[in-house]
């Protein structure tokens, strides 16, 4: 029998994967309906066999919770970014719907990473994915619980379309359009700046070749309306010339190391205006710069925090929230901007490794993340919270235990 909420168990031997996660431990939801007609959600974990489950891992701890972590543990980006618009926008009460939700192409990552800044007020659209058919399950059911009432800033619109994805039945729409995945990035912007009524000063510049080092630009674009633009090895796009133009002379920052986008490039972006270069040499170290870098430069009378006018994390400080996602899957980063605009907010960190916490990120939480507590006590210390993206087979549940260690309260020395 299914009650209107009721949980289903956890996990069985057998038991299929789920479509989705709402990445809250404690909220199992089904999809589909049981009995009658009304749409019921339950979310559930990978399944776990019975010789390797621990007595805790028959609760789902720690694969989709710790106590300094969340684990948004879909199957793939179509489920993960479904349960994390959940997760941002329970929408179980008045003012926890969202206004506008963006369905995104799963075929154009580009496309999909420049929308994350449609989360960015005054739209605050969580991404949901789809291909260029039916809409996925995942999607189709999020979006009806989403229930988005309708952006002011979009026109009334509920769903924004990128792309070439499906128009969902029954709900208000804009459509953002463009001949390929410069041109789409670049319609972004423009689909922006006119919600806004001005275009941002600053603009992302991604590689067009190399997603691993593109990806953590999603997260900041959603929490600061950031822009992001694409170039490649060999040139600078005509959709993004056409853009910059348009955003009249902005900051430009070049997300990437010479080795991905070269020191020719630069040179060319300068006709459009100020340019500074923000990475590094592999995707993990490359998240890692983009996470503590701001613009002015931290200075001893200028400490490094995240202030009107600057761009950057400048997250070398705990008290923040983490994502954790596989440089390997791309569309991940996108599916998780919105938790980088909410809640704790904070930096996307990537591994290349599902069993290790590369060498970069470690060094980041050992330095930058780790809060102490003085004689006061914990309960006067800040605290972090980390999200993992991700099933064990993307991310292993002993790199979610070091995440969760590295971000524990200590006493300071």
Not at 208 to 225: C, K, R, T
Not at 238 to 243: D, R
Not at 258 to 266: A, E, Y
Request: charged share 10%; proline share 9%; glycine share 10%.
């Amino acid at each position: 029998m299914c009650g209107d909420r009721l949980l289903a168990p956890l996990t069985s031997a057998g038991m299929r994967r789920s479509l989705l996660i709402a990445a809250l431990a404690a909220c199992l939801l089904t999809v589909g309906g049981c009995g009658g007609g009304a749409t019921r959600l339950i979310i559930r974990t990978t399944s776990t066999s019975a010789s390797a489950a621990s007595p805790a891992a028959g609760l789902g701890f720690p694969v989709l919770a710790t106590k300094n972590t969340t684990r948004v543990s879909g199957a793939d980006p179509v489920a993960n970014a479904a349960g994390v618009a959940l997760a941002v926008f329970p929408s179980q009460g008045q003012g926890t719907h969202p206004t506008a939700v963006a369905l995104a192409p799963t075929d154009d990552w580009q496309a999909a990473l420049a929308a994350s800044v449609l989360m960015a007020p005054p739209i605050r659209a969580p991404i949901l994915l789809s291909g260029t058919g039916s809409l996925p399950p995942a999607t189709s059911n999020a979006l009806g619980l989403l229930a988005p009432t309708g952006s002011g800033a979009a026109s009334g619109a509920q769903v924004i379309r990128i792309g070439d994805v499906p128009t969902p039945k029954g709900y208000r729409g804009e459509a953002i359009a463009g001949n390929g995945p410069y041109a789409l990035a670049a319609s972004i912007d423009k689909f922006v700046g006119a919600a806004a009524g001005t275009r941002n000063p600053d603009v992302v510049i991604a590689s067009g070749d190399n997603p691993a080092y593109a990806m953590p630009a999603a997260g900041y674009a959603a929490e600061s309306g950031t822009p992001i633009l694409f170039v490649t090895s060999t040139g600078i796009p005509a959709a993004t010339a056409a853009a910059l133009q348009s955003d009249q002379m902005p900051h430009i920052y070049v997300l990437g190391p010479p080795s991905v986008i070269p020191d020719t490039i630069l040179t060319e972006l300068r006709k459009y205006g100020t340019v500074n270069r923000v990475g590094d040499t592999d995707p993990a170290a490359n998240s890692v710069a983009f996470a503590v870098y701001r613009d002015p430069a931290c200075t001893s009378n200028q400490p490094c925090a995240h202030v009107p006018g600057s761009f950057g994390w400048a997250m070398r400080s705990p008290g923040h929230g983490y994502t954790l996602i596989n440089a390997n899957n791309t569309l991940d980063a996108a599916a998780s901007a919105a938790l980088s605009a909410s809640g704790s907010y904070g930096p996307q960190l990537l591994i290349d490794n599902p069993n290790t916490l590369p060498q970069p990120v470690l060094n980041f939480f050992l330095n930058y993340a780790t809060p102490g507590y003085t004689a006061e006590g914990p309960t006067a210390a800040v605290y972090n919270h980390g999200w993992v993206i991700g099933d064990p087979t993307t991310i292993s549940v002993s790199v979610q235990a070091e995440m969760d260690s590295l971000l524990e309260v200590v006493p300071q020395k």
